[in-house]
């Protein structure tokens, strides 16, 4: 289906350049002099390069035709993750370059939603928000302001990240999975 440049939004999957792409971020901008055009980041699915293109108004693209189907994670082996369709049991497997960092976020029985292009597994979508227990974590200086600083910690699954300084070790927070940042304190 084509689009105009303009109705490119993160998140979308187009095709262009003969290669399949995830819109990462759109910056619609209008110039002094000239026509309005769209600033788009891109993140080819194949070759996992970062592009970054320019779309007039009046340009048209081929949005790529996914089909999204829930999966149910199984379990992994040292090259892919198994996951299988809670209504037609059917399992399939997806290598792990595909899924990428956010593969370690998985857990037994996670739903997750999985983006088909031409019946190829493409994208994995984990739910937004799930709940990690903190492995390690520095102690809190005093004097520090807690609106300002966060200090770094480990996650159970071996994910490093940002958190307020009131988080201990072995504590329960809610991590957003599509930025990879700290939430709430459960």
Known sequence: MKI????????????H?????EVLKTQHVKPGKGGAFNQ??????????????????????EKASIEE????YLYEDENEYYFIDGK??????????????????????LEVTISFHNEKPILIKLPN?????IDSTDAALKGQTVSSS????????????????FVENGDEIVVDTRSIEYVKKI
Request: glycine share 6%; hydrophobic share 35%.
């Open 40 to 61: 788009v980041e891109m993140k080819s699915i194949n070759k996992n390069t970062k592009l970054n293109e320019r779309f007039r108004s009046s340009d048209t693209v």
């Open 129 to 133: 928000q799930i709940n990690c227990k």
């Open 17 to 21: 350049k003969d290669d399949l792409w």
């Open 4 to 15: 105009l440049g303009i109705e490119i939004k993160p998140g979308m999957l187009i095709e």
């Open 69 to 72: 189907n829930k999966f149910t």
């Open 150 to 165: 966060y200090k770094p910690a480990v996650l159970d699954n071996g994910i490093k990240i940002q958190v307020p300084p």
């Open 88 to 109: 037609t049991f059917e399992q399939i497997n997806i290598k792990k370059n595909i899924v990428g960092e956010k593969g370690k976020f998985l857990k037994e029985n």
